[in-house]
């Protein structure tokens, strides 16, 4: 493997083990959720397996976070780089009156606050431990 998929392969396990700690999850629950074996899931955690798609799609949902949050990481997926594009799409869709569309943009902009304050947040209880 080439230095750049080792360190993203690392990268991809640290967050997984992150997210499972966060959800109170010990290895062993969270590898009969995802259906897939310990030591398999352990070797994920540590950057020492590639998982397919399918294996990251069903540690999403046992975790009950975004598949594609995961692909990003392992590099199957590209990150978005532009929020606004969902906002322009929005605005776009002509079976919506002006009103749901506000409404939807304001709720997508509060989650968006919300998740930057979570984060902030686990920044700051991390550096503080």
């Known amino acids: 493997m080439t230095p750049d998929i080792e360190s993203r392969l690392r990268d991809l396990g640290g967050f997984i083990r992150d997210q499972?700690?966060?959800?109170?999850?010990?290895l062993r629950k969270l590898s009969e959720l995802a259906g897939i074996s310990n030591p398999y899931l352990s070797q994920i955690e540590r950057g020492l397996r590639k998982p397919s798609a399918e294996i990251l799609q069903a540690i999403a949902r046992a975790l009950q976070i975004?598949?594609?949050t995961l692909y990003v990481r392992a590099g199957i997926l590209e990150e978005r780089t532009n929020n606004q594009d969902?906002?322009?799409?929005?605005?776009?869709d002509r079976t919506l009156s002006e009103r749901q569309k506000q409404a939807l943009v304001e709720i997508y902009r509060s989650f968006q606050r919300e998740?930057?304050?979570?984060?902030?947040?686990?920044?700051?209880?991390?550096?503080?431990?």
């Open 20 to 26: 499972r700690r966060n959800a109170r999850l010990s």
């Open 115 to 129: 998740r930057v304050e979570e984060r902030e947040q686990e920044h700051d209880t991390s550096r503080a431990g």
């Open 86 to 92: 969902l906002v322009a799409e929005i605005m776009r």
């Open 66 to 68: 975004s598949s594609e």
